[in-house]
């Protein structure tokens, strides 16, 4: 299982071998930076990998899981950097830039107010969850929601044993932004560290725009990796804060109140359920 998923791994950073500074040895002035010549473009064809269909029969167990995927941890970084895009190249955004910037152009249309997809989210309600305008004594402060806001991402996905493949595998579904209230922000005396879910977004329908989004390869500058890869690859470190039960999917911080090292505890113990159910399928 592990060396299938290191090959698939290898797939997928292959494919989206595209350099940062496409033309970057050849140009002849600055504005040729970044320009692909026309064999370039007619041989460019990358685009994120396909999901494969999977037939509900072929599902012998499942369950969804919600994570939080703290942007305070090293590993994580990735997803949260760059910040600062005034000297930096536009190639390079943050993974919170890069869904707003699809949500604005009208890239990512699927973006809604819960995970479970029932009332989706305008532009007008995401705005004002991003940008305040406050007026104090005939004056106007603007206050944005930038990428140094957000703290971290819940993501929902299902992990599904398929009994054709004879593995246990995982599905990315949605992903939501966690980011403070922009109501406070500016506001003296108030230290809200608080995160709230800003919008989800439907994963599969935002793939083309995360696949061409390149993330910092510290290995290897010419060679970035998407967004889309990392996700797949499940490239992020992060806690079970919630599953899908018969008590309304509560969350595990409902029924183990006050103690951060037992939640934790009971988010391992959801985990280990999960890893123990594929040799579990294996003595039917």
Known sequence: ?????????????????????????????????????????????????????????????????????????????????????????PDRRSLFDTLVKGIRQGKIKDAYTDSFFTSKITQDEIESRLVNVREENGYSDTYNLGAEDIGGYMIKGMWYFDKRQGEMKYRLLALAPMGKDVQTIGVEGVEDETLFELFWVFFPSAREVLHDAKVFNPMNASHPISYDHLLNARRFSGVIVKEENIYGNRSISDYVRGNSLFQLLEADKIKEDIRNKEIDMWNY
């Open 1 to 89: 299982m592990y060396k299938k998923g290191f090959i698939l791994f290898l797939a997928l950073i292959t494919s989206g071998l595209v350099s940062a500074q496409a033309g970057l040895l050849n140009a002849k002035d600055p504005e040729d930076i970044g320009k692909k010549n026309e064999q370039q473009i007619l041989a460019d064809n990358d685009g994120p990998i396909p999901y494969g269909y999977v037939d509900d029969r072929d599902v012998m167990w499942s369950k969804v899981v919600w994570e939080f995927i703290d942007l305070n941890q090293k590993i994580n970084l990735p997803y949260y950097f760059p910040i600062d895009t005034t000297n930096i190249s």
